[in-house]
Nanobody
Framework: QVQVVESGGGLVQAGGSLRLSCVAS?????MGWFRQAPGKEREFVAA????????YYAESMKGRFTISRDNAKNTVYLQMNSLKPEDTAVYYC?????????????????WGQGTQVTVSS
């Protein structure tokens, strides 16, 4: 059974940084990060191919967030810099069996439980 487990969330001041980690068991997947703020729909943050050679970002995260992976550790990372209060959300890691990273949540097959990120002003 595939398990996806996120970690690294927390409380940070505006302008600060956090690094989220995600471990997906079983095999190497195409991976994505999504987030959901209270009262809002889940939105795409970033995605990475199985090899790590291709990455994709939501426009508002470009230049501030970096997705990367270490396949030897089955771990995907989301480095978040210059955080803003509007980045406050539950961040979810997702694994996709398909080979092409996508920005659509319903195309991902396995999900973690989420980790809270709170950015104070």
């Amino acid at each position: 059974q595939v398990q996806v487990v996120e970690s690294g969330g927390g409380l940070v001041q505006a302008g600060g940084s956090l690094r989220l980690s995600c471990v997906a068991s079983g095999r190497t997947f195409t991976m994505g990060w999504f987030r959901q703020a209270p009262g809002k729909e889940r939105e795409f943050v970033a995605a990475i191919s199985r090899s790590g050679g291709s990455t994709y970002y939501a426009e508002s995260m470009k230049g501030r967030f970096t997705i990367s992976r270490d396949n030897a550790k089955n771990t995907v990372y989301l480095q978040m810099n210059s955080l803003k209060p509007e980045d406050t959300a539950v961040y979810y890691c997702a694994a996709r069996v398909g080979t092409v990273p996508t920005t659509t949540a319903r195309t991902y097959d396995y999900w973690g439980q989420g980790t809270q990120v709170t950015v104070s002003s």
